[in-house]
């Protein structure tokens, strides 16, 4: 019997947003692998076997899916969001690379799905409207002065910037050190977008200008939108205002 | 009676990449607002209204859209990939802001879908792997020289480069160009993905790299993914490469 690996990307939480495409390749799953919250996501099916997971531990659990795809297993790895954005499909590409010849050979694939910026940016127009970036502020992979020149070189260049992982408890620190460069380069009135568990029950969307942004306001589970100088902001009366990026610039 | 507008990112093409929200928005729709190719995608319904348009005049079809919500619509304007990136969703932002006060009124939302270069990735790995952005080739809103300024600051930061509208019939150089000034920044081993209508039947992924790419593979309706100097090709006998850019960096 021949195994395989499928990376899922289960989209940002709620149901109505996750694809048909996503949900059938968790159902047709022996096994699945993810951090537990994601996991929990997944409908159960009868006989289905559950490897849950600290959210750390990244290239340990993509190891341990390719062997189990290599023993024969049909595999699935579920990542929230997009399975390629700051998530397993590249840390299950890392193990390929690094593991035994037969890891190559596993019948590998991913699946799309709506990644966090893009449930977060509909909620308040179309922040991401013109050029736009993501980076994931966390230092743990990358040396801090490299966010630094990606923050100053982005910011500079007009794009929008969209940041994953603002903050931890390990991570106290960055998402303000962060805010503190980009007033240097960028007005204080560009608008700023805590998306916090977007579509979901627990859903938490607050505006901010970049003067008055307040690192405060993120956890782990906030994706921040942070305007161009291009950017701007619609008040409606009686309404929440509309943030969006307009598709031409000088 | 009240109307409303909602702006829907069907996705990049296959029937089970689009989410069931989307589905959901299109379905409760009286009148279909869209490009044509785009409203093709979309069930039909009896008693829907459809209003096919050139890809090319978006802020009149904001409008329009608009004002048949303000008439007492249900209005749905689709987009093909994610409403809010390089599509409708900034366009109708645009036009409510301009347009008569009864427009910023409506009942306005956004369905977000998955967007081309998340498609693309999918399909070869995990190139969006780590800090990445996404440029809009066309010149007809924005001057070349800030096209140049950012593909140029991306590069130069180690950002992955995702590349929308690459060209078309009347800007048929741009792309050329592109890869150039790339070639002047970054290792010309660097991996460069075609990704054209990733997931429909007449899908072409096309590997190359930076020292080899030929603007002349990419239409309108491919994404090109240009990696950055870390990231990786597996080569994998008897199947496609992988490419992924790795979560670390130095």
Redesign the interface.
């Known amino acids: 019997m021949s195994g395989s690996l499928v990376v899922v990307?289960l989209?940002?939480g709620?149901?109505?947003?996750?694809?048909?495409?996503a949900l059938?390749a968790v159902e047709a799953a022996d096994e699945l692998f993810g951090y537990g919250p994601y996991l929990a996501r997944a409908p159960e099916r009868d006989g289905q076997i559950r490897h849950a997971s600290d959210n750390r531990e990244?290239l340990d659990r993509a190891t341990l899916a390719l062997q189990r795809a290599v023993a024969g297993a049909r595999v699935a790895v579920v990542s929230g969001g997009?399975?390629?954005?700051?998530a397993m499909?590249?840390?299950?590409?890392?193990a390929?690379?690094k593991g035994p010849e037969n890891f190559?050979?596993v019948d590998?694939?991913?699946?799309?799905?709506?990644?966090a910026m893009?449930?977060v940016?509909?909620?308040v127009?179309?922040?991401?409207?013109?050029?736009?970036?993501?980076?994931?502020l966390s230092d743990n992979?990358?040396?801090w002065p490299?966010l630094e020149?990606?923050l100053k070189?982005?910011a500079?260049?007009?794009?929008v910037i969209a940041l994953y992982n603002p903050i931890s408890k390990a991570r106290p620190w960055q998402l303000g050190a962060a805010f503190e460069l980009l007033r240097t380069v960028l007005p204080v009135s560009v608008p700023v977008i805590f998306g916090r568990a977007a579509g979901r029950a627990d859903e938490r969307i607050t505006f901010a200008t970049l003067g008055e942004a307040d690192a405060g306001i993120a956890d782990m589970a906030t994706c921040v939108i942070i305007g161009s100088a291009e950017t701007?902001t619609?008040?409606?009366?009686g309404?929440e205002p509309?943030v969006?990026?307009?598709?031409?610039?000088?």
């Open positions: 990307g989209g940002p709620a149901e109505a947003q996750m694809t048909p495409q059938a990244e997009d399975a390629g954005v700051f499909a590249a840390a299950v590409c890392e390929m690379e190559r050979a590998f694939s991913v699946v799309p799905g709506v990644t893009l449930a940016a509909a909620r127009g179309a922040p991401l409207g013109h050029d736009f970036c993501a980076i994931s992979l990358k040396p490299l020149k990606r070189a982005a500079e260049a007009g794009f701007r619609i008040a409606r009366p309404l509309l969006y990026s307009p598709r031409s610039a000088r």
